[in-house]
């Protein structure tokens, strides 16, 4: 059985992902931004059975362990700050956007070709379907314009719902576990239906680029 720290940080990776997603100040016509790594890679990288997997280097463990010490303390700091507005709130999800793509691709940096390829395998298991808002994903898998279009009509719906989720927590109507596990929720939800959308092959080509299933 996994530890418990091991289940928190997946459960923080997860958090960020639903929590970085309004980029103007005006959520309500804001559209969810498109990114190939939407969550984040330090602090899935730095567990230990992913880094055992990935066969990290000491250099390499060092490095992740600071990425992630430092994205940590950013992002903790970003998401705990009290927000009057929708547009002060928006604008601090936008910050943390720009954090999250700086930070997944120092990590990326520091990786192999070899690496990278399996990191890319442990998301697609983390995230699900979800991850099919990937335009490298998507061009994988063939996917035509019709099918992009459903994804993406559930890829916006998904960002209203947790910004939605966003704005209850930072007015103090639900608490920070509620947060992470109403975030965890509404991806959930939302990579269930992104999943649908693929044919038979297309799923069964999904299922096989995820590669040696590990336990989260």
């Known amino acids: 059985m996994k530890s418990l720290t091991s289940r928190l940080v997946v459960t923080l990776f997860l958090l960020t ?3 970085s997603y309004a980029v103007t100040s005006a959520p309500k016509q804001a559209v969810m931004p498109v990114r190939e790594n939407p969550g984040s890679l330090p602090i899935l990288i730095s567990l230990d059975h992913v880094s055992k997997d990935l066969h990290l280097t000491s250099l390499q463990k060092s490095v992740i362990a600071g990425l992630r010490s430092d994205y940590r303390a950013a992002a903790m700091k970003l998401m705990k700050m009290h927000h009057q507005t929708p547009a ?3 604008q601090a999800q936008k910050k943390l956007e ?13 990786l192999t070709p070899v690496q990278r390829h399996r990191l ?14 990937a335009p490298s994903e998507q061009k994988l898998l063939g996917l035509n314009e019709e099918q992009k ?3 993406e009509k559930i890829h916006q719906d998904s960002y ?14 639900m608490t920070y576990h ?7 929720k509404n991806r959930k939800q939302h990579g269930a239906k992104m999943l649908k959308v693929l044919t038979p092959e297309q799923w069964k080509m999904w299922e096989q680029s995820q590669g040696v299933k590990l336990i989260f």
């Open 17 to 19: 992902l639903g929590a």
């Open 88 to 90: 002060e709130l928006a």
């Open 98 to 110: 720009q954090l999250s793509v700086s930070y997944n691709q120092r990590a990326i940096d520091v």
């Open 120 to 133: 890319r395998e442990i998301e697609r298991q983390v995230l699900g379907g979800a991850l099919l808002v």
């Open 149 to 151: 279009q459903k994804i």
């Open 178 to 184: 509620q947060q992470i596990l109403a975030l965890r």
């Open 160 to 173: 209203q719902k947790a910004m939605d989720i966003d704005l209850r927590a930072d007015q103090g109507k």
